[in-house]
T-cell receptor, first 112, second 117 residues
Framework: KAGVTQTPRYLIKTRGQQVTLSCSPI?????VSWYQQTPGQGLQFLFE???????NKGNFPGRFSGRQFSNSRSEMNVSTLELGDSALYLC???????????FGPGTRLTVL | AQSVAQPEDQVNVAEGNPLTVKCTYS??????LFWYVQYPNRGLQFLLK??????LVKGSYGFEAEFNKSQTSFHLKKPSALVSDSALYFC???????????????FGTGTQLKVEL
């Protein structure tokens, strides 16, 4: 069974731009969560989707948003990029709403 | 709020020796604890979890973890370390049902394990 896939793997943007990251969960998984990883703040929870509904949201500004589609694929969007948004963005999927999460390889976003 | 602490930024061990990576937790209610490993430029790989039951949990790649309720600890162990075990290890706790449910993980700061020949 294929693992969690994330596209693109690397992305370079400039301040003020917006970006959309994509995540395809493991087949059959209905829950998708997003995390941001930076050297300074570590791993921080962004949001969680289950059956197309946002179930949980971390402490991030409204510039960070996401959605989940009927096939469980998920996207996250960051608008008006700031230098501090440079990070590794990790997506994780789980079978149900409280099962083990399996992570994708991440998208490395660099904001110049 | 749920939290985990990893008191060591780095652990060094010789190949063939046992290794321990420490984690302590603070939760309200029953703890749901996880260990993940991250290799350079990769995502996180699941190693093992404690939900309930036996205090010694066995996981992938020969790793195991010992849950100790009185010491609120969940240390990761391996009897014989390999150079290929060198990586960044994260302990995590999942939000309990009483704190709103969901599948949110709160991670520790990570411990860099270095296994040398």
């Amino acid at each position: 069974k294929a693992g969690v896939t994330q596209t693109p793997r690397y992305l370079i943007k400039t301040r003020g731009q917006q970006v959309t990251l994509s995540c395809s969960p493991i087949s059959g998984h209905r829950s998708v969560s997003w995390y941001q990883q930076t050297p300074g703040q570590g791993l921080q929870f962004l949001f969680e989707y289950f059956s197309e509904t946002q179930r949980n949201k971390g402490n991030f500004p409204g510039r960070f948003s996401g959605r989940q589609f009927s096939n469980s694929r998920s996207e996250m969007n960051v608008s008006t990029l700031e230098l501090g948004d440079s990070a590794l963005y990790l997506c994780a999927s789980s079978l149900g709403g409280r099962d083990t999460q399996y992570f994708g390889p991440g998208t490395r976003l660099t904001v110049l | 709020a749920q939290s985990v602490a990893q008191p060591e930024d780095q652990v060094n061990v010789a190949e063939g020796n046992p290794l321990t990576v420490k984690c302590t937790y603070s939760v309200s209610g029953n703890p749901y604890l996880f260990w993940y490993v991250q290799y350079p430029n990769r995502g996180l790989q699941f190693l093992l979890k404690y939900i309930t039951g036996d205090n010694l949990v066995k996981g992938s790649y020969g790793f195991e973890a010992e849950f100790n309720k009185s010491q609120t600890s969940f240390h990761l162990k391996k009897p014989s370390a390999l150079v290929s075990d060198s990586a960044l290890y994260f302990c995590a706790v999942r939000d309990g049902i009483l704190t709103g449910g969901g599948n949110k993980l709160t991670f520790g700061t990570g411990t860099q394990l270095k296994v040398e020949l």
